[in-house]
């Protein structure tokens, strides 16, 4: 997916940052038999994909016309590739 910049912009890391903080906070607690702090790790990861999509919203995420491009060049190379095996 490197070639579709697929995750590379802001919204991105933030979101996944702060989920990745969620779960290892919902981990600890559940470890420690504790379920308030495991479900409040896990509403920092709700809060994570709410902030990742709001950033996106906001023109920090991957413009709309991003996979596009990658489509077309995918179907060239089908194409291509299974010309070549005929």
Known sequence: MAGSSHGHTPAAWT???IAFVGFCV???FMV???PVGFWAG???VVVGGVVGWV???MGMG???D???DFQDALA???AAASATKS
């Open 15 to 17: 979101g996944v940052m």
């Open 66 to 68: 991003a996979h596009k």
């Open 62 to 64: 991957q413009p709309k």
């Open 42 to 44: 896990m509403g920092i």
């Open 32 to 34: 420690m038999a504790q």
């Open 55 to 57: 950033m996106s919203a």
């Open 26 to 28: 919902a981990g600890a």
């Open 76 to 78: 060239q190379s089908q």
